[in-house]
């Protein structure tokens, strides 16, 4: 007998991501798969055989508007491409579906302006998928912060890479301006791990980007200014070794996030250090954060609370994001205020 007061989800499509959402959405406790869809045929079927095997009950579609049309799907993820992330969210959420979208929301802030306005009319839970946000180590790396450990917040450096394989050049495929390219792919971590730190509007950006035949970036850096000293640098790139981290710089010292894209069997670092001669390196304990993030999710859902990651959050990630992509277009500083 299934468990009523768990969330019912669907799965809209049979993207490489599901590696580790499938299985988040199995073993979380207050949720409960029952179907996934993609439009290639078989696509979901294999999905669901490779990373739920002999998992019972689960239907699998070869339409999307068929898992969208079936009552018993209350709360659906969305991993398609980033082009269709506002049309098909638009969709599900007029159909009356939860949604959890994985980064971004959506390309535009006219997008995600559109995309909360139908989940106010229709009532429902909508978050962007960002699911390092769920991980307890950055919640130890607030407290260090908090406790005064390293002073007044100056910088932050944030830093995200790995090397395209052959395999995975379909996210060049498609140019900047249809959510191809680094940016919208891992820039968009680099961006939203370094707002967490810097918590006042940003005044201005300034971007380098190597571009592809297609338009795609390859390798994007900048530097957000945030007034009075405190700033911003990004770095991410498909061409160098892999690499998730943050370092915050105050000025009585430094902390660091080693690994932000944890496995679930990862052993999360952080370290730190005053200018005073003491530091520390810290090995927390190990955490899912693709379950705590359907967890939470969840229990948004069943219990009204809003999210963690909120629509404003999803809003001013976007802006900084393609003021960034503008200033890296036009050559020039784009001001934010």
Request: aromatic residues 8%; neutral net charge.
């Amino acid at each position: 007998m299934t468990d009523p007061s768990k969330l019912r989800w669907g799965i809209l499509g049979a993207a490489r991501v599901n590696e580790r959402l499938l299985p988040a959405i199995v073993e979380a406790s207050n949720s409960r798969l029952v179907a996934i869809a993609s439009r290639r045929p078989g696509a979901a079927a294999e999905t669901l055989a490779k990373y739920a095997p002999g998992r019972d009950g689960v239907k699998t579609y070869d339409r999307l508007e068929t898992l969208l049309d079936d009552d018993e799907v209350e709360a659906v993820y969305l991993p398609l491409a980033n082009r269709e992330h506002a049309e098909w969210a638009l969709q599900a959420i007029a159909r009356g579906k939860h949604v959890l979208i994985e980064k971004p929301m959506a390309l535009t802030v006219a997008d995600i302006d559109a995309i909360e306005e139908a989940a106010r009319r229709q009532g429902v839970t909508v978050m962007e998928g960002f699911m390092y946000r769920f991980h307890p180590q950055h919640a130890r790396v607030r407290e260090l912060i908090r406790s005064g450990l390293i002073g007044e917040v100056r910088l932050v450096r944030a830093s995200y890479s790995f090397l395209m394989r052959p395999a995975r050049m379909y996210r060049l495929a498609d140019p900047i301006a249809g959510g191809g390219g680094a940016m919208w792919d891992i820039g968009c971590y680099a961006i939203h791990s370094g707002r967490m730190w810097l918590e006042q509007p940003p005044l201005a950006v300034t971007a380098m980007a190597s571009l592809t035949e297609h338009g795609a970036d390859t390798t994007t850096s900048g530097i957000v200014d945030y007034g009075e000293g405190r700033r911003l640098h990004f770095d991410f790139s498909f061409q160098c070794g892999r690499r998730s981290e943050y370092v915050i710089n105050g000025t009585k010292g430094w902390v660091k996030c080693h690994t932000v894209w944890q496995l679930p069997g990862d052993v999360p670092v952080i370290s730190w250090a005053t200018d005073d001669g003491c530091g520390a390196e810290e090995r927390l304990p190990v955490a899912n954060h693709f379950r705590l993030e359907i967890e939470h999710f969840s229990e948004c859902v069943r219990s009204g609370k809003p999210p963690l990651l909120s629509f404003e959050d999803a809003r001013a990630n976007c802006r900084l994001i393609t003021a960034a992509l503008q200033s890296a277009r036009e050559g020039q500083v784009v001001r934010l205020d």
